[in-house]
């Protein structure tokens, strides 16, 4: 089931342009990623300090469908899915929210990262963690 965070975005998000800067989506979507494992009971301080598995991010990819600005009220499915014993992908979509002035709410993004759990001494694949395992959800992706 996807979780879902909601935001605002910030001048801080934005490039010269007034837009957000493509990067930032990343981060965006990171963001909402600690917000799901936080909600799902995971300690973030645990999960991302040295507990001997580290999982980073092995493959990113992004589909800008329109610009967001700052004041833009956005909100984020995220959705993970499992690939492995050892590896998982989050899907994110990325949404801004209808405004009150009659704009509807419009997909502004489609992002997707593939993380991987290594141990963080010799960097060798390692089963998910329990918790961790839980919050993907032990569905396989076809």
Known sequence: MPFTYQRTIHFADTD?????????Y???CHEAYEESLAAAGIDLKTFFSNNGV??????????????????????ISVTPVALSADSYKIDYEITRI??????????????????????????ARVAL???LAAWVGG????
């Open 54 to 75: 580290v999982v980073p991010v092995s493959k990113s990819s992004a589909e800008y469908l329109r610009p967001l600005v700052c004041g833009d009220r956005i909100s």
């Open 129 to 131: 963690p329990a918790d």
């Open 26 to 28: 990343l981060s965006l």
């Open 98 to 123: 209808a405004s009150g002035k009659g704009a509807p709410a419009k997909r502004a993004a489609i992002v997707q990262t593939h993380h991987v759990c290594i141990g963080s001494k010799d960097r």
């Open 139 to 142: 569905q396989t992706a076809v």
């Open 16 to 24: 010269a342009a007034g837009v957000v800067y493509f990067a930032n």
